[in-house]
């Protein structure tokens, strides 16, 4: 009977567990980032875009033509997994030497009700000057977002209710000159790994 009991309840969580990624976008888009997702052989990631970078001036995904472009969505604020993701690029664009200036790594806040143009702008240089900080409206953040299947969503804090952090998709996309998807990496790929396909890429 106990061993029947555990059997059921497994089954239970497991068909729980199917029924939300069925009905919960937000929590499919979490377990499964649609990044593979393609229409005649071209993923469906990123697209137009107006965005504000750290002088204050607009920008849009057309300032990037005619490179490659590292784009991260994160925020400020991030205790690890951004600064991680940051990291990583920063180390792979270094290990690339002079091909580096053929990518544009870009970083995109998805906490524009803190992350402010300066605010953003001396963060990511502390990475590596090359890096472009991005913010904007939340409606602005909120479409850039869905273009690439970023998943997002504020936090409360447990100790401070003031306060919050912020769940994300941790990805990193390799756009190609054109702006279309090309692959991605996680914050957990090493930089050599990262550097070697971009070299490839590249070259």
């Given amino acids: 009977m106990a061993a029947r009991s555990i059997l059921i309840g497994v089954a239970g969580a497991a068909l729980g567990l199917v029924a939300a990624v069925a009905v919960l976008p937000q929590v499919r888009e979490r377990l499964f980032p649609a990044v593979d ?8 990631v990123g697209g137009a875009f107006t965005l504000t970078d750290s002088s204050g001036k607009a920008v849009t995904d057309q300032d990037f033509r005619g490179k490659y472009a590292l784009v991260f969505f994160g925020f400020t604020s991030c205790p690890d997994i951004c600064p991680a993701g940051l990291q990583l690029m920063a180390g792979a664009l270094a290990k690339l030497g002079a091909k580096a200036e053929r990518i544009t790594p870009i970083f995109i806040s998805i906490d524009p009700e803190r992350d402010t143009p300066e605010k953003l702008g001396a963060y990511v240089k502390n990475f590596d000057p090359r890096l472009v900080g991005l913010t904007g409206t939340p409606e602005q ?17 447990k100790e401070r209710p003031d306060d919050y952090t912020m769940d994300h998709t941790s990805i990193i996309y390799v756009m190609d000159p054109k702006g279309e998807f090309v692959t991605h990496f996680t914050p957990s790929t090493s930089v050599d790994e990262m550097a070697a396909k971009l070299d490839k890429l590249v070259s």
């Fill in 37 to 44: 997702q393609q229409v005649s052989g071209k993923a469906l």
């Fill in 141 to 157: 953040i909120a479409a850039v977002a869905k273009a690439y299947k970023v998943y997002y969503a504020k936090v409360p804090s």
